[in-house]
């Protein structure tokens, strides 16, 4: 299977109807959007979040605009380092830039420019540990329960259990 384009965009008025459009035109296999209600509490959206786990080696994020990863570069940086663990790339339409080649590290350095001069007030989302989920796990809570209490999706839980399973295997 081929490279999969996933378009993601920030619902917020009428134009949000072009740019889902657009990232169809574009090619995107899928495209989420996410409410404005659920937008930006300090952390990454729950729709985003989802995306980031799922997305797989060689797939692309497609996003119409930079400010759509979130209020600060240092969350934008946050969904950088989650993409590139994951071997995917971003792809912003407006302006047109990418992580993949030459341009993909001037984008960072830029975006690492700016989130040095931002003020630290951002709350990052921690990340659990597999020992954490296996904790609650072997008491008895289950992997739905887990991803609320710890603020994860239920994707993240899943994978930090199979990837415990498969250590032991």
Not at 83 to 105: C, K, M
Request: net charge neutral; with cysteine.
């Amino acid at each position: 299977m081929g490279m999969l384009r996933i378009g993601y965009v920030r619902l917020r008025d009428a134009q949000s109807a072009d740019e889902t459009a657009a990232l169809k035109a574009l090619g995107c296999h899928v495209v989420r959007a996410e409410e404005p209600a659920a937008m930006f509490a300090g952390e990454e959206t729950a729709t985003l979040d989802s995306i980031l786990d799922f997305i797989g080696a060689g797939d692309q994020l497609v996003i119409s605009r930079l400010a759509q990863l979130g209020p600060s570069s240092r969350c934008a940086l946050d969904v950088l380092d989650r993409l590139e663990q994951r071997g995917a790339s971003l792809r912003i339409l407006d302006p047109e830039l990418s992580t993949e080649g030459p341009g993909g590290h001037a984008l960072r350095a830029a975006l690492e420019a700016v989130a040095a001069l931002e003020p630290a007030g951002v709350v990052r989302r921690r990340r659990p540990d597999a020992q954490e989920i296996l904790q609650l796990q072997r008491a008895g809570v289950g992997p739905v329960e887990i991803a609320r209490r710890l603020g994860v999706s239920r994707m993240t839980v899943w994978r930090k259990l199979k990837s415990f399973e498969n250590a032991l295997a």
